[in-house]
């Protein structure tokens, strides 16, 4: 194999080039010139634990690139937390983080003309940030995530991080001591790795071994144990081969493939943001799929996994219990996957599931396909003339995702908090948390704070939230966000009034304004578009470029 395939129309025919000077300054060798060039984007950083386990991931992924006979490239990309930045200003940059990664890979790896490319991340947006720029560059690659945390604990009961969310609302309600609040604020964590539960990050983790861009039983790792590190390693093996075999990310990343990921998120009742993310990976793919496809997907998949934040388990658990390998033979089995599909091994998908054993009897964090938890997935797209673009209901754990009520209006995160930790809102009400999408926000930031909080006071089920904005993907209750238009680009949402009454129906799979349209089309004539909020920077550079929710909030 010639070393630098892709910039082969700057070295070919040339036997000594003047860029070859600053490889040799990095210790290279003439034979090196004709091993392939690996980027390792490499997401370790010290700011949060789901990625302050990376840099040990990469030193193995390292080591194996140069043993299988290829020059590893390592470049860093940026995180933010999501967790430590929720119901700050901070959290306004997490989704535009997505795009911020996604440009730094594509920049280093056509840049430096890489001929294959291994990223490695932790947090939220490092895997659809990271899988968006594999599909953009279209070079062999391969995704290894960080590894979950392992469950912390307090009085025998198992924590999350938003078990410490959680215990804001029932502190402020009395219902919770001071010790139990500071037990389980400093045990909520015990370890590096991402949050523990199905949310946003093991969701996008499992779902890219369904997608077949990472390798299987690798999401579900804890990021401390032996077993991840090995796992990182046989990536880069793997990645090696790839790139000898010239197998694409456009190759696998199809409309099938992705139709895998998104019954594997609904069959593991993973986090809203997956809606988000894999309109923008199938963008960046140009791939054919829309929000609609994710109602006929759901449709027709069951939930099988008793996981947090609904359910009862979280990712280490699954990974005893058989990992994500275990949910896609169920799947597969039940003609619910497409077994053709390529994945990153060269092999498909059902080959690469052949061996997974029988489901085991001894557990119950995954149920057969015969008692599902619930009959059809639980990430629901509504419309009506709330969201005629559609908008995400999240309806596992409820006993019945109908609501109708007065609205309660907010145009910021922070008043609607205050509400609601003062007692202020009632079982009935819809809160309405607006201004806050793509463009208006800007960012689209997360409502885990308010939602948390609503379960802490006990209203998960009798209170209804809407937004323009996003959840966590800890989030569950009688919630719907991306709605869309949002309110900055003038959607009905920005006309709600206080009082107004609003039906949530996720049986009718209807969001609705109860107002007639003639008095709707008098507020939309008084109207008028509020200033944006940032004017410099990326946050004003994101607002300037973000498409709809609905779209993907995609900026190219």
């Given at each position: 194999?010639?070393?630098?395939?892709?910039?082969?129309?700057?070295?070919?025919?040339?036997?000594?080039?003047?860029?070859?000077?600053?490889?040799?300054?990095?210790?290279?060798?003439?034979?090196?010139?004709?091993?392939?060039?690996?980027?390792?984007?490499?997401?370790?950083?010290?700011?949060?634990?789901?990625?302050?386990?990376?840099?040990?991931l990469?030193?193995?992924?390292?080591?194996?690139?140069?043993?299988?006979?290829?020059?590893?490239?390592?470049?860093?990309?940026?995180?933010i937390?999501?967790?430590?930045?929720?119901?700050?200003?901070?959290?306004?940059?997490?989704?535009?983080?997505?795009?911020?990664?996604?440009?730094?890979i594509?920049?280093?790896?056509?840049?430096?003309?890489?001929?294959?490319?291994?990223?490695?991340?932790?947090?939220?947006?490092?895997?659809?940030g990271?899988?968006?720029?594999?599909?953009?560059?279209?070079?062999?690659?391969?995704?290894?995530?960080?590894?979950?945390?392992?469950?912390?604990?307090?009085?025998?009961?198992?924590?999350?991080?938003?078990?410490?969310?959680?215990?804001?609302?029932?502190?402020?309600?009395?219902?919770?001591?001071?010790?139990?609040?500071?037990?389980?604020?400093?045990?909520?964590?015990?370890?590096?790795?991402?949050?523990?539960?199905?949310?946003?990050?093991?969701?996008?983790?499992?779902?890219?071994?369904?997608?077949?861009?990472?390798?299987?039983?690798?999401?579900?790792?804890?990021?401390?144990?032996?077993?991840?590190?090995?796992?990182?390693?046989?990536?880069?093996?793997?990645?090696v081969?790839?790139?000898?075999?010239?197998?694409?990310?456009?190759?696998?990343?199809?409309?099938k493939?992705?139709?895998?990921?998104?019954?594997?998120?609904?069959?593991?009742?993973?986090?809203?943001?997956?809606v988000?993310?894999?309109?923008?990976i199938?963008?960046?793919?140009?791939?054919?799929?829309?929000?609609?496809?994710?109602?006929?997907?759901?449709?027709?998949?069951?939930?099988?996994?008793?996981?947090?934040?609904?359910?009862?388990?979280?990712?280490?658990?699954?990974?005893?219990?058989?990992?994500?390998?275990?949910?896609?033979?169920?799947?597969l089995?039940?003609?619910?996957l497409?077994g053709?599909?390529?994945?990153?091994?060269?092999?498909t998908?059902?080959?690469?599931?052949?061996?997974?054993?029988?489901?085991?009897?001894?557990?119950?964090v995954i149920?057969?396909?015969?008692?599902p938890?619930?009959?059809?997935?639980?990430?629901?797209?509504?419309?009506?003339n709330?969201?005629?673009e559609?908008?995400?209901?999240?309806?596992?754990?409820?006993?019945?995702?109908?609501i109708?009520?007065?609205?309660?209006?907010?145009?910021?995160?922070?008043?609607?908090?205050?509400?609601?930790?003062q007692?202020?809102?009632?079982?009935?009400?819809?809160?309405?948390?607006?201004?806050?999408?793509?463009?208006?926000?800007?960012?689209?930031?997360?409502?885990?704070?308010?939602?948390?909080?609503?379960?802490?006071?006990?209203?998960g089920?009798?209170?209804?939230?809407?937004?323009?904005?996003?959840?966590?993907?800890?989030?569950w209750?009688?919630?719907?966000?991306?709605?869309?238009?949002?309110?900055?680009?003038?959607?009905?949402?920005?006309?709600?009034?206080?009082?107004?009454?609003i039906?949530?129906?996720a049986?009718?799979?209807l969001?609705?304004?109860?107002?007639?349209?003639?008095?709707?089309?008098?507020?939309?004539?008084?109207?008028?578009?509020?200033?944006?909020?940032?004017?410099?920077?990326?946050?004003?550079?994101?607002?300037a470029?973000?498409?709809s929710?609905?779209?993907?909030?995609?900026?190219?």
């Amino acid at each position: 194999m010639r070393f630098n395939r892709r910039s082969r129309n700057i070295t070919e025919g040339v036997a000594r080039s003047p860029n070859r000077s600053m490889y040799y300054a990095m210790g290279y060798q003439q034979e090196d010139f004709d091993k392939p060039m690996i980027g390792v984007a490499n997401g370790h950083a010290t700011i949060t634990p789901c990625n302050s386990g990376l840099q040990k991931l990469a030193d193995a992924a390292i080591l194996s690139l140069k043993e299988a006979g290829s020059n590893p490239q390592v470049f860093g990309t940026p995180t933010i937390s999501d967790g430590m930045s929720m119901g700050t200003e901070g959290m306004k940059y997490s989704l535009i983080s997505r795009e911020v990664i996604a440009d730094c890979i594509e920049t280093a790896v056509n840049g430096q003309w890489m001929d294959g490319c291994l990223v490695i991340g932790g947090c939220d947006k490092n895997m659809p940030g990271g899988m968006i720029a594999l599909a953009r560059s279209n070079v062999p690659g391969i995704y290894v995530y960080g590894g979950t945390i392992r469950p912390g604990n307090w009085k025998g009961k198992d924590l999350t991080i938003v078990s410490a969310f959680e215990a804001v609302g029932e502190f402020s309600a009395g219902r919770m001591s001071q010790e139990d609040f500071d037990g389980i604020e400093k045990n909520a964590c015990p370890s590096s790795g991402s949050c523990g539960g199905m949310y946003t990050a093991n969701t996008m983790s499992s779902s890219f071994e369904a997608l077949g861009m990472s390798l299987l039983y690798s999401s579900t790792m804890a990021n401390p144990d032996q077993e991840k590190t090995d796992s990182a390693a046989e990536s880069a093996r793997v990645l090696v081969q790839a790139v000898k075999a010239d197998l694409k990310p456009r190759d696998i990343i199809t409309r099938k493939s992705i139709e895998n990921a998104v019954a594997l998120i609904m069959a593991t009742g993973g986090s809203t943001n997956a809606v988000l993310h894999y309109l923008a990976i199938a963008h960046a793919a140009e791939v054919e799929w829309s929000i609609d496809d994710f109602e006929r997907v759901r449709q027709k998949v069951p939930v099988l996994c008793n996981l947090k934040p609904s359910g009862q388990y979280v990712a280490t658990d699954l990974h005893r219990a058989g990992g994500i390998p275990q949910v896609l033979k169920i799947l597969l089995d039940g003609g619910l996957l497409h077994g053709d599909c390529l994945t990153i091994t060269g092999r498909t998908l059902a080959e690469e599931l052949a061996q997974v054993p029988p489901l085991r009897s001894d557990q119950d964090v995954i149920m057969p396909l015969d008692k599902p938890l619930y009959p059809a997935g639980h990430l629901a797209i509504l419309k009506g003339n709330l969201s005629p673009e559609g908008c995400v209901a999240k309806i596992t754990g409820l006993k019945n995702p109908v609501i109708t009520g007065p609205a309660r209006v907010f145009d910021d995160e922070p008043s609607a908090m205050d509400a609601i930790l003062q007692d202020k809102i009632r079982a009935g009400d819809v809160l309405v948390l607006r201004y806050l999408g793509p463009k208006g926000a800007p960012g689209m930031p997360e409502m885990l704070s308010p939602t948390a909080a609503l379960i802490g006071k006990g209203l998960g089920e009798s209170v209804g939230l809407i937004t323009d904005g996003r959840f966590s993907g800890g989030t569950w209750g009688m919630v719907v966000g991306h709605v869309a238009p949002e309110a900055f680009a003038g959607g009905v949402i920005a006309l709600v009034k206080e009082g107004d009454s609003i039906t949530i129906d996720a049986h009718r799979l209807l969001i609705q304004l109860n107002v007639d349209d003639a008095e709707i089309a008098r507020r939309r004539a008084a109207w008028q578009p509020p200033e944006p909020r940032y004017t410099r920077g990326v946050l004003a550079k994101f607002a300037a470029l973000a498409s709809s929710a609905s779209k993907g909030a995609v900026t190219c």
